[in-house]
């Protein structure tokens, strides 16, 4: 398993917000840094949701949260500038919840190992 991030957003523009989806997959000191440059391009992060675990000999980490701004490409780079995708299929499903996304992201790993 490679490090790396995966992101996706979805616009509600009902409520004029933002719901952010990261994947970090790196050692833990790095999932920290990458993780404080997130929420520092994006705040506030609202309803903040993470879960942790491990990927092959890195870790990762799962973070969901809403914001007002919106994500811009130069931004991405300024997070982490490794391996970034967008993964248009990470978002919360209907039922489960951030549960549910990390059953999808532990698949996703699986994958790749």
């Not at 409520?15 to 994947?23: D, G, L, N």
């Not at 007002?68 to 490409?73: I, N, T």
């Given at each position: 398993?490679?490090?790396?991030?995966?992101?996706?957003?979805?616009?509600?523009?009902?409520?004029?917000?933002?719901?952010?989806?990261?994947?970090?997959?790196?050692?833990?000191?790095e999932i920290?840094?990458?993780?404080?440059?997130?929420?520092?391009?994006?705040?506030?992060?609202?309803?903040?949701?993470?879960?942790?675990?491990?990927?092959?000999?890195?870790?990762?980490?799962l973070m969901?949260?809403?914001?007002?701004?919106?994500?811009?490409?130069?931004?991405?780079?300024?997070?982490?500038?490794?391996?970034?995708?967008?993964?248009?299929?990470?978002?919360?499903?209907?039922?489960?919840?951030?549960?549910?996304?990390?059953?999808?992201?532990?698949?996703?790993?699986?994958?790749?190992?």
């Open positions: 398993m490679e490090r790396q991030l995966w992101w996706n957003l979805r616009v509600e523009p009902e409520e004029q917000r933002v719901q952010y989806f990261f994947v970090v997959i790196n050692d833990n000191r920290g840094i990458i993780s404080s440059r997130v929420i520092e391009q994006l705040a506030p992060a609202n309803e903040l949701q993470e879960k942790r675990g491990k990927a092959g000999t890195l870790h990762y980490k969901e949260f809403f914001s007002p701004k919106r994500l811009e490409a130069w931004q991405l780079r300024k997070i982490y500038d490794g391996n970034v995708r967008q993964d248009f299929r990470l978002y919360e499903r209907h039922e489960g919840g951030i549960d549910s996304l990390e059953s999808y992201v532990l698949d996703e790993i699986r994958k790749r190992e």
